[in-house]
């Protein structure tokens, strides 16, 4: 079963740095999408980050120029270096595997950001 296992978060200074991990199992991110995704406390899951097979990548406009999402296929990981942190990045960060040719959808179990003021 596959399996994404995110690392990372925790409780940072308003204008701090985190960065988020997202290590797989029995998949192969070289053949995946890979996104992060987040959930503030009553609001809706959002996209954050993106990263194709390929490499491009794409951000939500509020995290643009401070959050950069990269993979390393060798480790098999994707990360999110998040800096200048802001207190509305709080929430719940999610990695997603996602591959829709072959209807694969995978996600984390999330881990906890918290910005404070």
């Known amino acids: 079963q596959v399996q994404l296992v995110e690392s990372g978060g925790g409780l940072v200074q308003a204008g701090g740095s985190l960065r988020l991990s997202c290590a797989a199992s029995?998949?192969?991110?070289?053949?995946?999408?890979m996104a992060w995704y987040r959930q503030a406390p009553g609001k809706q899951r959002e996209l954050v980050a993106s990263?194709?097979?390929?490499?491009?990548?794409m951000y939500h406009d509020s995290v643009k120029g401070r959050f950069t999402i990269s993979r390393d296929n060798a480790k098999n990981t994707v990360y999110l270096q998040m800096d200048s942190l802001k207190v509305e990045d709080t929430a719940v960060y999610y990695c997603?595997?996602?591959?829709?040719?072959?209807?694969?959808?995978?996600w984390g179990q999330g881990t906890q950001v918290t910005v404070s003021s």
């Open positions: 990263i194709t097979r390929a490499g491009s990548t």
């Open positions: 997603n595997a996602e591959r829709s040719l072959y209807r694969w959808d995978y």
């Open positions: 029995r998949i192969s991110l070289g053949i995946v999408n």
